[in-house]
């Protein structure tokens, strides 16, 4: 599928400094793997001037516009698009990160005698539970980055929102917290009990 892409260039020839942005149309690629462009008419025609004027010759201009060719980061179209935003991405997951710690930090096993994995309440000390999940990573890489980046047209907010939410798969809860999940979730559900720790539940909780 063809897709306009902007590219940052900067020409400098014959003493001549020219700063534009190349919007280049990315046809897919060719036979061998090569990649296609089509590149806006006002950068050929800087470019065909420049070679009139005798600033750069033929093959100088050629080798200009294979430069304008490719990827501002080296690898595709969808590394390009989520580049600007992966700094900030690592930067507020550092920030997440370092507050969910502070918060584990400060639960004990008698304000959050609770674990809750995927529907199942657990003993802090069951083994058949995982321990607490921190917050989701943005990606060790730029390349990994951009499913978070691509899958929510680069809401940067919406990123966050879901990586943090990965965090309350297994998490620790107060009995309060456990009470107010009891009730939102459905009476006719299974016995939200693990069968191997036995969690004592609150008082105010039937089971029945």
Do not use: F
Not at 132 to 138: A, D, L, Y
């Amino acid at each position: 599928m063809a897709s306009v892409v902007p590219l940052s260039l900067t020409l400098e020839v014959g003493g001549h400094h020219h700063a534009t942005t190349v919007w280049a149309l990315h046809i897919g690629p060719h036979i061998g793997a090569t990649d296609q462009w089509l590149v806006d008419v006002p950068t050929v025609r800087w470019l065909l001037a420049r070679v009139a004027a005798g600033d750069i010759g033929p093959i100088e201009a050629t080798d200009i516009l294979r430069q304008v060719a490719k990827w501002n980061t080296g690898c595709c179209y969808w590394c390009d698009l989520a580049a600007p935003s992966y700094p900030e991405a690592l930067r507020r997951y550092q920030e997440m990160r370092a507050a969910w710690q502070r918060e584990q930090d400060q639960m004990t096993a008698v304000t959050h005698p609770y674990l809750l994995d995927n529907g199942l309440v657990h003993t802090t000390d069951c083994t058949r539970c995982q321990p607490p999940r921190e917050p989701g990573h943005p990606g060790c890489d730029l390349h990994a980055y951009t499913a978070w980046h691509s899958a929510l047209q680069g809401d940067l907010d919406q990123i966050m929102a879901a990586l943090r939410e990965e965090a309350r798969t297994t998490r620790r809860i107060s009995t309060e917290e456990l009470l107010q999940w009891l009730r939102q979730r459905n009476p006719a559900a299974a016995d939200p009990r693990c069968p191997a720790c036995a969690p004592r539940m609150p008082d105010e909780w039937n089971s029945d």
